[in-house]
């Protein structure tokens, strides 16, 4: 059974920086895309970041220069560090594995909470 869990939201001040990290199980991140999402109240789930299996990269725009995802296969684990934070980034982040050749399911964590005050 795939499990995807997530930690390291928080409340912080507008300019701080926050890194968030989800370990995975049942599941070999070292093959796999990597994804972070976000959703704010009211508002549609969007990408925040990706990261391939070779470590290439893809940024929302609005959160390029601020946000850096990073992976550890060793670890099964993928981070998104953020800087700058601004009250914008106030949403719940989805760690995700996208569906694939290999396995067309796709996974979800159950998101944890950042919440950037002004």
């Known amino acids: 059974q795939v499990q995807l869990v997530e930690s390291g939201g928080g409340l912080v001040q507008a300019g701080g920086s926050l890194r968030l990290s989800c370990a995975g199980s049942g599941i070999i991140f070292g093959i796999n895309v990597l994804g972070w999402y976000r959703q704010a109240p009211g508002k549609q789930r969007e990408l925040v970041a990706s990261i391939t299996i070779i470590g290439r990269t893809n940024y929302a725009d609005s959160v390029k220069g601020r946000f850096t995802i990073s992976r550890d296969n060793a670890k099964n684990t993928v981070y998104l560090q953020m800087n700058s934070l601004k009250p914008e980034d106030t949403a719940v982040y989805y760690c995700?594995?996208?569906?694939?050749?290999?396995?067309?399911?796709?996974?979800w964590g159950q998101g944890t909470q950042v919440t950037v005050s002004s």
């Open positions: 995700n594995v996208p569906r694939s050749t290999r396995d067309l399911r796709e996974y």
